[in-house]
């Protein structure tokens, strides 16, 4: 079993920025891909980013690509989401997961974890 929390949600203006935290606990060796969701009412969950926990390797969406970055550190067991020049677009719950495969990582089916979920709301 591994237990994500996500931390940092919260209000921002429109190109604001803020930060999202993930904090793993658990099983966590057995993690390969570390990932960043996010779904907004009435939409299907989105692939935002990933990071490979070895290797550091990153993938993004293109919706997010240049304005957002993932991030870890591995002593922690933490990954972070840092969110720049956010839109109202960008408004949704944001989810944290792991993988412990290297494939379709951009597809919500290839995590095993979730955490609970944090809100981002960017106001016009």
């Known amino acids: 079993q591994v237990q994500l929390v996500e931390s940092g949600g919260g209000l921002v203006q429109a190109g604001g920025s803020l930060r999202l935290s993930c904090a793993a606990s658990?099983?966590?060796?057995?993690?390969?891909?570390m990932g960043w969701f996010r779904q907004a009412p009435g939409k299907e969950r989105e692939f935002i980013a990933a990071?490979?926990?070895?290797?550091?390797?990153?993938t993004y969406a293109d919706s997010v690509k240049g304005r957002f970055t993932i991030s870890r550190d591995n002593a922690k067991n933490t990954v972070y989401l840092q969110m720049n020049s956010l839109k109202p677009e960008d408004t949704a719950v944001y989810y944290c997961?792991?993988?412990?495969?290297?494939?379709?990582?951009?597809?919500?089916?290839?995590?095993?974890?979730w955490g609970q979920g944090t809100q981002v709301t960017v106001s016009s």
């Open positions: 658990g099983r966590t060796f057995s993690s390969a891909i």
């Open positions: 990071i490979s926990w070895s290797r550091g390797g990153t």
């Open positions: 997961a792991t993988s412990d495969t290297i494939v379709r990582i951009t597809t919500s089916t290839a995590y095993d974890y």
